[in-house]
């Protein structure tokens, strides 16, 4: 095909929802070039007459394994190591239960909601409960039952991310509601505007892996739940530091490993955008940990292992929009940025804004998407080392573009959040009580204790 052609033929969209594909990019190809333009190279044909690609699949089978081991159990483990030890099974049994609760989830409605023929807002009912995908079902070049598994992985550790803005002080019943609820409503419409074929996606915006499906509506409704629930007893200036920062720094490490999944990933090819995209996200995560480091020992004295890791997570969720558009220059660049900043939001918003969100949900993930998916229309030129933007689009045109995507996003997410939380509120508890909230909420709310000392 010739370069800086638009690409013809059917994407993911169009083979699981019908509809063309509007996306159309020059340069390396992103993740949906192989579900844009059919090209397979295999052994296998689906239903449809198309040839499944057995490196593909078995590439896109691994990364999702690596997309639920980020959750279960490293980002249970990174949040269990930030709170007190009376807490740590609390978190740990939010993580692992928004897993059950949005796998049956994402297959009841989520997955037809984000991926189903619906039109530019949401993806309609018609694939509830998987309805019309079989065994020779195919998304593009792999079988649409693995492609329904590895986005399950992202609509699982989202919510999860979530848990860190309400640790110590939330009922666990609010959170297995809101979070099946919130995801129907909230992470599924997004995904489909930006991924399933939807308005956001047919503007260009760039959203390699989640810039703004993940970590955008992830972030911004941390920072809402954590205005509406209040602060923690004690918030600022008496809480206890993080009880094992050891255990922070493995669930960090296998957030580090998983990521690869997450980015290298979205590719949905075993093919070069899967290397290039493995290669900046690990380049920004090494970055965005130096970053945050640098900066805390000219700030105070000493590098922590908490913020080491914690800039680590702040260099890949900005990585994670541009992951496969940027080169590695852009990767160095976007993972030390998201360091910097990401920490200097959490000072802003805990000790100028006295709003207690607890691990930095917002500072870290809300900040980083949007920063990326910003900085990605810059670094995406290849005078940046960059794969190149949407065909005829100019920086400044691809730009407002990315920030249209950033506030639709945000918007929907905050006013979503806010209503979803009001009304539960009305009849599910919401905050513990205080003497809960001091004894700690694993003998209170489950009846065990993480540490018998």
Request: aromatic share 12%; glycine share 16%; charged share 10%.
């Amino acid at each position: 095909m010739p370069e800086n052609q638009p690409f013809q033929g059917r994407c993911a969209q169009y083979l699981i929802t019908g509809r063309r594909c509007t996306n159309r990019w020059q340069g390396r190809r992103p993740w949906f070039y192989y579900l844009c333009t059919g090209e397979y190279t295999s052994r296998h044909k689906g239903t449809s007459g198309a040839l499944m690609n057995g490196a593909d699949t078995a590439w896109i089978l691994t990364s999702t394994a690596l997309v639920l081991f980020m959750t279960l159990p490293g980002l249970a483990l990174f949040y269990a190591g930030l709170v007190r030890a009376q807490n740590t099974l609390s978190v740990l049994m939010n993580c692992f239960a928004i897993a059950c609760v949005m796998s049956i989830v994402w297959l009841v409605a989520g997955y037809s909601i984000a991926f189903g023929d619906g039109g530019a807002v949401w993806g309609g009912l018609g694939k509830v409960f998987l309805a019309g995908v079989g065994v020779d079902s195919l998304a593009g070049a792999i079988p649409e039952t693995v492609f329904f598994m590895f986005q399950m992985t992202f609509a699982i550790i989202t919510p999860a991310l979530i848990v860190g803005a309400y640790v110590e002080r939330i009922h666990f019943s609010f959170v297995i509601i809101f979070s099946a609820i919130w995801g129907l409503v909230v992470y599924a419409p997004v995904t489909h505007w930006i991924w399933g074929g939807g308005f956001l996606g047919a503007m260009g915006v760039m959203d390699f892996a989640g810039g703004l499906v993940v970590h955008l509506t992830a972030g911004a409704t941390a920072l809402v739940l954590a205005v509406m629930l209040g602060a923690r007893n004690g918030f600022p200036g008496e809480l206890k530091p993080p009880h094992s920062p050891g255990l922070t720094m493995m669930g960090a490490a296998m957030l580090w490993v998983g990521w690869f999944g997450f980015n290298a990933g979205s590719a949905l090819a075993a093919d070069t955008s899967a290397g290039m995209a493995m290669t900046v996200t690990h380049i920004a995560a090494a970055a965005g940990s130096l970053a945050w480091a640098g900066a805390e020992w000219v700030r105070f004295g000493k590098p922590s292992l908490v913020g080491i890791v914690t800039g680590m997570v702040a260099g890949l969720a900005t990585i994670t929009p541009a992951s496969g558009f940027v080169g590695p220059a852009g990767g160095l660049v976007l993972g030390l940025a998201g360091g910097l900043l990401c920490q200097w939001f959490v000072g802003l918003i805990k000790q100028k804004w006295k709003i207690d969100d607890s691990l930095d949900v917002f500072a870290v993930h809300g900040v980083g998407g949007v920063l990326g998916s910003i900085l990605v229309a810059l670094f995406a030129l290849p005078s940046f080392g960059g794969l190149g933007l949407a065909e005829g689009v100019s920086f400044g045109g691809q730009l407002g573009v990315q920030l249209v995507g950033v506030v639709v996003v945000a918007a929907w997410t905050v006013v979503a959040t806010f209503v979803i939380a009001k009304v539960m509120a009305t009849f599910v508890p919401f905050r513990v009580g205080g003497d809960v909230e001091t004894e700690g909420l694993d003998l209170v709310l489950h009846g065990e204790r993480s540490y018998e000392l």
